[in-house]
């Protein structure tokens, strides 16, 4: 089952005092033990994670029956196969979501799951692949319908599933427009590719948006809601869609106009990608590899990493995350 020996126990970091004071501490737990299907990998980066930030408050558990530790992706290698699982898996850097558990020096990861790491990427910048690149597919190609030379606007456009879906919408011939909070924000997006890129703090986005784009946006992302969405609706062309990732706004809307979404045959939708089953999860990260697999590999598209910190500095790539300072991902590295 395995090629070389695995310890008994290894290293994770635990949450303390789940809340708004918790804590984060290094800890010692046994190694996972491996089901039906799944892989163990040596962990050698974990990205950081908006979830990882609300889980440590209490407010996004782990699916039931999954690791409590926090992690929704990682990058390693693969040191045991479960008895059902090809053996040439063993030795190969991949990376990929685990639904908990990255924060650790091993973790289980269902064989399905696994995507093979890119030379041309190291094990910081794979750890900073799945979670942004399949949160931005999913929105554009599975729940939402973003037709190719279509038009997209994503707000938070310099966070990691910003910068992931301008690569997609420009590698798919679309008109993309990204709102963000700083100057230095509009530059990176632009830089990536990016039409449009217009700070909210400074500027009327929607006034902007309106006037760049008249006949309106095929697909939103928009991870923030509250406010957002009646601005939302206004932007949205005839047979758009908005895509709801988080509530970073609030979760409350204001003055929902039914009548002007019934106009425009508009689709408001959520979307979640931890609670989905194992195999939604391989079929999503199959049609990602057929539609761009291939651009991933050759750096066509590639993560945007902020900055890899030692995974001691966990806390602190938290305050930082949250400070909405950076411009892509946060990736703790345990090598």
């Not at 996004?60 to 990682?74: A, H, I, K, M, Q």
């Not at 289980?108 to 696994?114: C, D, G, I, K």
């Not at 195999?279 to 990493?305: M, R, T």
């Amino acid at each position: 089952m395995q090629n070389h020996v695995i310890p008994s126990q290894m290293t994770a970091i635990e949450v303390i005092n789940p809340g708004t004071q918790s804590q984060l501490l290094q800890v010692t737990v046994a190694v996972p033990e491996l089901k039906a299907g799944q892989v163990l990998v040596k962990v050698a980066a974990a990205g950081v994670n908006r979830a990882d930030l609300l889980q440590r408050t209490g407010l996004y558990p782990p699916p039931p029956g999954e690791s409590d530790t926090l992690g929704l992706e990682v990058a390693g290698t693969v040191v045991a196969v479960a008895d059902d699982v090809a053996k040439d898996w063993l030795g190969e850097a991949v990376f990929g979501l685990v639904p908990g558990g990255g924060y650790a020096q091993y973790v289980a990861m269902h064989s399905e799951h696994l995507i093979k790491k890119p030379a041309a990427l190291g094990m910081a910048e794979a750890a900073a692949c799945a979670e942004v690149f399949l949160t931005a597919f999913q929105a554009m190609r599975v729940v939402g319908h973003l037709p190719d030379q279509g038009a997209l606007l994503v707000h938070a456009g310099a966070s990691g599933v910003g910068t992931a879906a301008i690569q997609l919408g420009k590698a798919s011939g679309c008109f993309v427009a990204v709102t963000v909070g700083s100057d230095e924000k509009a530059k990176a997006c632009l830089a990536l590719g990016a039409d449009l890129a217009v700070n909210y703090k400074t500027h009327d986005f929607s006034v902007e948006l309106k006037a760049a784009r008249p006949q309106g946006f095929d697909l939103i992302i928009d991870p923030v809601a509250g406010d957002y969405i009646v601005e939302d609706i206004q932007l949205l062309a005839l047979d758009g869609q908005i895509i709801v990732l988080s509530m970073l706004g609030g979760r409350m809307t204001p003055e929902l106009d039914l009548g002007l979404m019934l106009k425009k045959r508009g689709q408001l939708l959520c979307s979640t990608l931890r609670n989905r089953t194992d195999g939604y999860k391989a079929a999503l990260i199959s049609d990602f590899n057929q539609q761009f697999g291939k651009a991933l590999a050759e750096g066509k598209i590639k993560p945007v990493l902020a900055q890899s910190m030692d995974w001691s500095e966990a806390d602190k790539a938290h305050q930082l995350l949250a400070s909405n300072a950076v411009v892509g991902k946060l990736v703790l590295t345990l090598f």
